[in-house]
């Protein structure tokens, strides 16, 4: 094969093709997606790439569709790709379940955590882990010291792992326990879905802080926060910024932008989508 012309996209249609040592394969790509939810199109042609390591914000209008993105990186059946592909480290998983996406590395924080009465926050954690690693009998003590010791580092109560999972947790306390869950499962992507709703600002600064806690353990983990507002931002300064706007991205760009949604709205990117082509 001539290696004369590269190809931007390094995966052979009959499975992984491993990276060159060097190379830069995005820890997360989304390719030209196209998701419907009961027969109506919600994301008409997504495309965006998070590098390993850096931190990417998708900002949007309330019913853009950034949970509909969310929902969809989760391979939850509601939400229907009908066009475009997911890539993990270069592989598609666009037609994988949650489970198999989660084992390569991607996790999900949710807009509204799931109460799971009964079952304790450290339960949760170590069956989510054994089924990352693939591992059954995970030992219940690496787990509960790596949770003890996450638990401090984000300043959280170390009594925390006792509680059952979002059963009475404050606003904050939901929050944190999911940069908790995100600096336990080890993930390579985290898709953060509206971590900062409903947060105080000291909430949302200790959650701020969590991220960047998570970022300094894994220097390789892609990040992409989903945000109304721009608030999450100052605390957690951002590589790069998408604008959502009625399920296409029209503006890409760095932190300028979220200033400038902060500053004119998302009007003022509508009016970029409706522009001639
Ligand atoms: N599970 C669902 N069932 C029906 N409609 C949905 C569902 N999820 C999203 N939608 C619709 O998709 C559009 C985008 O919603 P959503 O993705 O939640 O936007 P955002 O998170 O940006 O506020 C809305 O019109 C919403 O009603
Ligand atoms: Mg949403």
Redesign the pocket.
């Known amino acids: 094969m001539a290696p004369s012309s590269p190809r931007p996209d390094p995966v052979a249609p009959n499975g992984p093709t491993p990276a060159d040592p060097g190379s830069s394969v995005p820890a997360l790509q989304i390719d030209d997606l196209h998701v419907s ?2 027969d109506r199109e ?1 994301l008409r042609g997504v495309s965006l790439q998070v590098e390993p390591g850096s931190l990417h914000a998708l900002m ?1 209008p ?7 993105l969310a929902n969809t990186l989760l391979a939850n059946p ?1 939400y229907v790709v009908t066009a475009g592909r997911i890539l993990l480290d270069g592989e598609d998983v666009t037609n994988l379940p949650t489970d198999e996406r989660a084992r390569r590395g991607l996790f999900l924080g949710f807009q509204h955590p799931e109460e799971i009465p009964g079952v304790s926050v450290l339960n949760f954690l170590r069956q989510a882990i054994a089924r990352r690693k693939g591992i059954d009998d995970f030992s219940v003590l690496e787990v509960r010291l790596s949770l003890i010791d996450w638990t401090k580092r984000l300043g959280m109560d170390t009594r925390f792992q006792e509680r059952y999972l979002n059963e009475g947790f404050s606003g904050g306390e939901k929050k944190r326990n999911e940069v908790l869950q995100m600096a336990m499962m080890e993930p390579d992507v985290a898709v953060l879905d509206e971590t900062d709703s409903g947060l105080d600002i000291d909430a949302l600064r200790q959650v701020a802080a969590g991220i960047g806690e998570v970022r300094k353990a894994r220097p390789h983990l892609g990040i992409l926060a989903i945000t109304h507002y721009q608030r999450l931002l100052e605390h957690l300064v951002p590589d790069v910024v998408h604008v959502l706007v009625d399920g296409r991205i029209v503006a890409t760009g760095g932190p300028e932008i979220s200033l400038e949604v902060e500053a004119r709205g998302f009007d003022a990117f509508r009016a970029h989508e409706e522009a001639p082509v």
Do not use: E, W, Y
């Open positions: 939810v009961d919600i949007g309330n019913g853009s569709g950034k949970s509909t509601a």
